[in-house]
């Protein structure tokens, strides 16, 4: 026993360093990421409002197909980033997480062609026309939700939303403990599959447990590390300005301290 515990130390004194270095890189190659293929903050908002302007009639600089807009093949399908709905509007991390779970598994169904998630939670403004954004994601389908957890009790609303029709194919409300996420989650991309029936499931690993508060510190930990989701503020120039490294670390290091074989919180 006294062995184990000393291998058990041993490891967590390399992994330490370990970890800041690996958040490092996670943040630069972010950054990177952000620099490359997406627009500098001034040109997003731009963007934006172009976008929330922009008659619906026109068709410059459209793609088209037989005389109608192209949204993507029909199985191509856009995870948009879940609104938090929290009364104290402090649950970005998680409800953020959450919908990078359902993406997750929804990437590992054979036959669906699921946007990239840094193209899709670039689209985190609930002003843009869900139609405009399925056309510039050239998405057939889009799933957005709603995420409110109420000292451990979730309240999850998720729509699919049919691009070529403009219609809601439907809206529900998935409900139960944090520790029941793997299996609300797991619902939910049962019934965003139903609306794709020639792909089936096949390959879908069954959901498993997690430690609630171990995922709390994983999300808030790679909220943290996240420059898109912390932009630079009083110096634009740096690129990790937003960022806070140790906050981050900590909060990883929280959710391995809480559960040692959670890999997820090992990068």
């Given at each position: 026993?006294?062995?184990?515990?000393?291998?058990?130390?041993?490891?967590?004194?390399?992994s330490t360093?370990?970890?800041a270095l690996?958040?490092?890189?996670?943040?630069?190659?972010?950054?990177?990421?952000?620099?490359?293929?997406?627009?500098?903050?001034?040109?997003?908002?731009?963007s934006?409002?172009?976008l929330?302007?922009?008659?619906?009639?026109?068709?410059?600089?459209?793609?088209?197909?037989?005389?109608?807009?192209?949204?993507?093949?029909?199985?191509?399908?856009?995870?948009?980033?879940?609104?938090?709905?929290?009364?104290?509007?402090?649950q970005?991390?998680?409800a953020?997480?959450?919908?990078?779970?359902?993406?997750?598994?929804?990437?590992?169904v054979?036959?669906?062609?699921?946007?990239?998630?840094?193209?899709?939670?670039?689209?985190?403004d609930?002003?843009?026309?869900?139609?405009?954004?399925?056309?510039?994601?050239?998405?057939?389908?889009?799933?957005?939700?709603?995420?409110?957890?109420?000292?451990?009790?979730?309240?999850?609303?998720?729509?699919?939303?049919?691009?070529?029709?403009?219609?809601?194919?439907w809206r529900?409300?998935y409900?139960?403990?944090l520790?029941?996420?793997?299996?609300?989650r797991?619902?939910?991309?049962?019934?965003?599959?139903?609306?794709?029936?020639?792909?089936?499931?096949?390959?879908l690993?069954?959901?498993?447990?997690i430690?609630?508060?171990?995922?709390?510190?994983?999300?808030q930990?790679?909220?943290?590390?996240?420059?898109?989701?912390?932009?630079?503020?009083?110096r634009?120039?740096?690129?990790?300005?937003?960022?806070?490294?140790p906050?981050?670390?900590?909060?990883?290091?929280a959710a391995?301290?809480?559960?040692?074989?959670?890999?997820?919180?090992?990068l």
């Open positions: 026993m006294a062995e184990r515990a000393r291998k058990r130390r041993m490891t967590q004194r390399l360093p370990l970890l690996l958040l490092l890189a996670v943040a630069l190659f972010a950054w990177e990421r952000l620099a490359t293929r997406a627009p500098a903050a001034g040109a997003e908002s731009a934006r409002s172009e929330q302007t922009q008659p619906q009639s026109a068709t410059r600089g459209r793609e088209t197909r037989g005389g109608e807009i192209y949204y993507g093949p029909r199985n191509s399908l856009a995870v948009l980033p879940f609104a938090d709905r929290s009364a104290a509007a402090d970005a991390a998680q953020l997480g959450f919908a990078g779970e359902v993406l997750e598994r929804l990437v590992d054979p036959g669906l062609q699921a946007t990239a998630r840094r193209s899709a939670f670039f689209f985190r609930a002003s843009v026309p869900r139609r405009v954004i399925a056309e510039r994601l050239r998405s057939a389908w889009l799933l957005s939700g709603e995420w409110r957890n109420e000292d451990g009790r979730l309240a999850v609303t998720a729509a699919l939303y049919d691009a070529r029709r403009d219609r809601e194919l529900k409300d409900a139960g403990r520790s029941d996420l793997p299996a609300l797991d619902a939910l991309v049962a019934d965003v599959l139903d609306a794709f029936p020639q792909l089936g499931t096949r390959g690993a069954t959901a498993g447990a430690h609630p508060e171990a995922w709390l510190a994983l999300q930990g790679l909220y943290r590390a996240d420059p898109l989701a912390n932009p630079p503020n009083d634009p120039d740096d690129p990790l300005n937003g960022v806070d490294l906050a981050a670390q900590a909060s990883l290091q391995l301290d809480l559960d040692p074989g959670y890999e997820a919180a090992r």
